[in-house]
């Protein structure tokens, strides 16, 4: 099972950049799927995550910029970062509860994708 992550890149404040995670290999199902980022020197924290029928949780610094898409037939979700600030600069983290049979389920994350803002 890996996850794969695209997108991200430099942009200045204000801008807008996208992101894009898909998992493959063998799978049963995806359960939680979604976004967090880890800025040089502080914790790791949630962006968005969202279920398998489209719950969306977003993290505070998200809210009202940021917006997610899941297509369940792709095992693929989307982040679309819009009004983006130098405080969002992070590296970006795929993260998935992937079901590789009933009931075995596992967290995996992806490799990392960076998002620089500058100001």
């Known amino acids: 099972v890996q996850l794969q992550a695209s997108g991200g890149g430099s942009v200045q404040a204000g801008g807008s950049l996208s992101l894009s995670c898909a998992a493959s290999?063998?799978?049963?199902?995806?359960?939680?799927m979604g976004w967090y980022r880890q800025a040089p020197g502080k914790s790791r924290e949630l962006v968005v995550v969202?279920?398998?029928?489209?719950?969306?949780n977003y993290g505070n610094s998200a809210k009202g910029r940021f917006t997610m898409s899941r297509d369940n037939a792709k095992k693929t979700v989307y982040l679309q970062m819009n009004s983006l600030k130098p405080e969002d600069t992070a590296v970006y983290y795929c993260?998935?509860?992937?079901?590789?049979?009933?009931?075995?389920?596992?967290?995996?994350w992806g490799q990392g994708t960076q998002v620089t803002v500058s100001s």
């Open positions: 993260a998935a509860y992937i079901y590789r049979n009933v009931g075995d389920g596992t967290l995996y």
């Open positions: 969202s279920t398998s029928d489209g719950s969306t």
């Open positions: 290999g063998s799978i049963f199902g995806i359960g939680v």
